[in-house]
């Protein structure tokens, strides 16, 4: 055999190696999303619809796995950013940004507890800072820059406030799996050092019964 015929034969390998990363890297993402991190390799092999053993020769373990899809979070998250800095308008900016940001984290269970549990592992959050972090302080800047946005408010608040609105999208997401968005807006109109009037909260607060049934739920069992 050539080696132009070596060639030509292992191109489609390399194809087909690439379709089967890209398919266990959609099945991961869709299966962590609903399920979060507990899931087996054997079961995100099933969902993909190839072997286990082909999960393993692309990723040598579960870690692997989490940590390629950790950095697909947060580069595209960071487009959202570098999108809402193109914006004219830093306030609009601000807030375009966080509903984007919280829309892709609410409902993603398997990326709350990345960033949940993300302190363990330095290489992820070293990532997440030098790629992420430029661009919130830089969003935070811009609108404080205007005098309406308080002084205090901190790019390191951001993270903080995006765990605690997921959580809240957490513990009502069979009830009400947008509440957060009221909770976002009531954070919003916080941020103002001054405002005429507020912003109309765009989810109604939940019943007695909505809460007292989201609270069972969250109650621990022994």
Same mark, same amino acid.
């Given at each position: 055999m050539t080696e132009d015929t070596k060639d030509d034969a292992e191109r489609p390998l390399r #194809?087909? /190696?690439? #379709?089967?990363?890209?398919?266990?890297?959609? *099945?991961?993402?869709?299966? @962590?999303?609903?399920?979060?991190?507990?899931?087996?390799?054997?079961?995100? /092999?099933?969902?993909? =619809?190839?072997?286990? =053993?082909?999960? $393993?020769?692309? +990723? *040598?373990?579960?870690? /692997?796995?989490?940590?390629?899809? @950790?950095?697909?979070?947060?580069?595209?998250?960071?487009?959202? *950013?570098? #999108? %809402?800095?193109?914006?004219?308008? !830093?306030?609009?900016?601000?807030?375009? +940004? @966080?509903?984007?940001?919280?829309? %892709?984290?609410? =409902?993603?269970? =398997?990326?709350?507890?990345?960033?949940? +549990?993300?302190? $363990? /592992?330095?290489?992820?959050?070293?990532?997440?800072?030098?790629? @992420?972090? !430029?661009l919130v302080h830089a969003l935070v800047a811009r609108a404080q820059a205007t005098g309406r946005v308080r002084a205090d408010l901190a790019a390191t608040d951001i993270p903080f406030i995006g765990l605690m609105l997921s959580s809240a999208a957490e513990y009502a997401h069979q009830m009400r799996p947008e509440i957060w968005r009221r909770y976002l807006m009531l954070f919003i109109d916080g941020m103002y050092t001054s405002r005429d009037g507020t912003t109309p909260l765009p989810v109604p607060p939940l019943t007695a019964t909505e809460m007292g049934t989201v609270m069972r739920r969250r109650a621990p069992r022994h």
């Open positions: #194809r087909d /190696a690439e #379709r089967n990363r890209q398919r266990i890297l959609t *099945a991961a993402a869709e299966v @962590f999303t609903e399920r979060g991190l507990d899931v087996s390799l054997d079961e995100v /092999a099933r969902h993909a =619809g190839v072997g286990v =053993g082909t999960v $393993y020769r692309r +990723f *040598a373990d579960k870690e /692997a796995l989490v940590d390629t899809l @950790f950095i697909d979070y947060v580069n595209n998250m960071a487009a959202i *950013a570098e #999108r %809402a800095l193109e914006m004219p308008d !830093p306030e609009e900016a601000l807030l375009w +940004f @966080f509903e984007n940001w919280m829309g %892709a984290l609410a =409902g993603n269970m =398997g990326l709350r507890q990345l960033l949940t +549990f993300a302190t $363990y /592992a330095g290489d992820r959050v070293s990532y997440a800072r030098d790629r @992420f972090a !430029p």
